[in-house]
């Protein structure tokens, strides 16, 4: 019988240890989001395609930063990139911001 509550109580705490940890990524993917925005980065995406070169040009942003949150925002899941296998992120490979739910106001 002590086995099985073991087993038990080992199980629920992996499940809220997995909950919490899922939690606090969301928390950090939302924090990424709401940085891109305030530094234009979605914004100058949304002019085309860019290298994190191009991007920190466009954004007046330092390039290592910008390859970073790049490189977040793929993993996420939020942005696409070419060559998406290639590691770590070459100064050549592209980001691109996925096509936009909104219509936009002409």
Known sequence: MTELAETASSSTTDAL??????????????GC????????????LAEGD???????TRTGCAERYVREWLEQQAVAGFL???APDADPWPA?????????PVPSRT
């Open 50 to 56: 860019a290298t994190p070169g191009d991007l920190a």
């Open 17 to 30: 240890v997995e909950r919490l940890f899922g939690a606090v990524i969301d928390t950090l993917e939302v």
């Open 33 to 44: 989001v709401h940085l891109g925005g305030r530094l234009g980065f979605y914004r100058a």
């Open 80 to 82: 696409t990139v070419d």
């Open 92 to 100: 050549a490979r592209l980001g691109r911001a996925p096509p936009s």
